[in-house]
């Protein structure tokens, strides 16, 4: 289990880091909101500004933390 921990970890940090403008990337946001649902997300901290303002575009939980928010965005 901590090796599938530590590729998904590998693999999202890989795919956050290597990505080149107008391309679709994502960040964790709101770091001191533990989510349950999108909701969460959007309605505190600084998610729905990272976002671009599409509410779509944020999202809770993502594999080993399944209640942290993160968003989607253009570089």
Do not use: Q, R
Not at 30 to 58: E, Q, Y
Not at 59 to 72: D, L, N, T
Request: charged letters at 15%.
């Amino acid at each position: 289990m901590k090796l599938l921990s530590f590729a998904s970890l590998s693999l999202a940090l890989t795919f956050a880091t290597s990505v080149s403008a107008g391309e679709w990337t994502w960040d964790w946001c709101s770091k001191d909101v533990t989510c349950n649902n999108d909701g969460d997300c959007i309605n505190k901290g600084d998610c729905f500004d990272l976002a671009d303002g599409l509410h779509n575009n944020v999202h809770c939980g993502s594999g080993v933390w399944p209640h942290s928010c993160y968003a989607e965005y253009t570089i």
